[in-house]
């Protein structure tokens, strides 16, 4: 590991003095480049060189050790090398977490498809819930949202909708989210007072570029006809909704949110694409054996991954055992415990799998 980020330090500096070339400094592209992987290797040589300086404080106090020193001082000593010892291990792990492989998927923005599962009109309502909660997460992280395709139902829920949401390292925070969300409450309906089971299927998907995914415009079929609303009843006059489906992959997609065709059609094809995307990313991963071992569940969509109980005012998330007493919170959009702690499981298994 040492050796590695020594390797590092020595690519950080000479980036340094790259970076104060004004040959370097003139070409934007390049200058811009290196700045990129500079601030990468930032976190990764601040914490080595903290980790050097504790080191080098630990070697001083146990040459102390060796000199003739009364015993109150050398008790002190001692009492710093225990510190400083601990302190070494801490920022050792650290590293070795600053060197685990980066999901290069975990800066971009993110789609999110949630659908009403079993359970009828109470599922529908749940899925709105679950809109909710990461419309308001995203608030609370100055995270960009945008409504890609609705299909609402009469009670106030959604059978289906799909938001995108955009910032810094979106698909980071919300990756593990994928899968199914299972609620029990008593329905407004309910008279007799009895707890109902529903669930919602949520899709975490990374937006995909496209120099990343290449759609050839005549594997697509694009349908257009006019928006229906609830019942059938027309919203507007024009075909403006779209649907579009990739043939060789029989992917559809439909949009019909906004007025306007072409709209409609970028929403569609922004969609599209991420679910093409994770489509490959799946086979990819399915393809790589220690990687399915490190993964915070499968990223099923069938899996069951957390319960919602209202009567109990929990939340648990079934993936690593975590229960949460704040459910009205965390419906609410503050979620970054239950994301960070799967944050936290996922790094435990990959240092596990690299030792």
Do not use: W
């Amino acid at each position: 590991m040492f050796g590695k980020l020594d390797f590092i330090l020595e690519k950080f500096e000479d980036l340094n003095k790259q970076l104060s070339d004004p040959e370097v400094i003139s070409n934007q592209n390049r200058f811009r480049e290196l700045a990129k992987e500079h601030s990468k290797l930032e976190p990764i040589v601040s914490k080595y060189k903290e980790y050097k300086k504790t080191q080098e404080d630990l070697q001083s106090n146990k040459e102390l050790l060796n000199d003739k020193i009364d015993k109150e001082f050398k008790k002190m000593v001692e009492e710093d090398i225990g510190v400083l010892s601990e302190e070494c291990e801490k920022l050792s792990q650290e590293l070795k977490i600053l060197l685990l492989p980066k999901d290069p998927n975990d800066e971009k923005d993110v789609i999110i498809e949630i659908r009403a599962g079993t359970g009828g009109d109470e599922a529908a309502l749940f899925a709105g819930d679950l809109l909710r909660m990461y419309i308001r997460y995203a608030e609370r992280n100055r995270l960009k949202t945008e409504l890609l395709s609705s299909n609402p139902v009469g009670v106030g829920g959604y059978k289906e909708v799909i938001i995108s949401l955009a910032g810094a390292g979106a698909y980071s925070k919300l990756k593990y989210e994928s899968g199914v969300h299972r609620v029990q409450r008593i329905p407004l309906t309910e008279s007799q007072g009895r707890i109902h089971t529903s669930a919602a299927t949520v899709a975490v998907l990374p937006e995909a570029e496209d120099v990343e995914v290449n759609i050839n415009q005549n594997d697509l079929r694009v349908d257009v006809f006019r928006s229906g609303g609830h019942g059938g009843q027309s919203v507007n006059t024009t075909d403006s909704a779209v649907r579009i489906t990739h043939i060789p992959t029989g992917v559809v997609v439909t949009c019909q949110d906004e007025k306007s065709q072409l709209k409609n059609k970028e929403k569609a094809m922004k969609v599209l694409k991420a679910r093409i995307y994770e489509a490959e990313i799946k086979k990819y991963n399915d393809e790589m054996a220690q990687n399915r071992k490190s993964q915070v569940g499968s990223g099923d969509r069938s899996e069951r991954i957390r319960t919602y109980n209202f009567p109990q005012g929990r939340v648990t998330d079934h993936r690593i055992g975590l229960t949460i007493y704040k459910l009205e919170a965390f419906l609410d959009g503050e979620i970054d415990e239950m994301l960070d702690s799967l944050h936290l499981f996922e790094q435990s298994e990959l240092l596990k799998n690299n030792e």
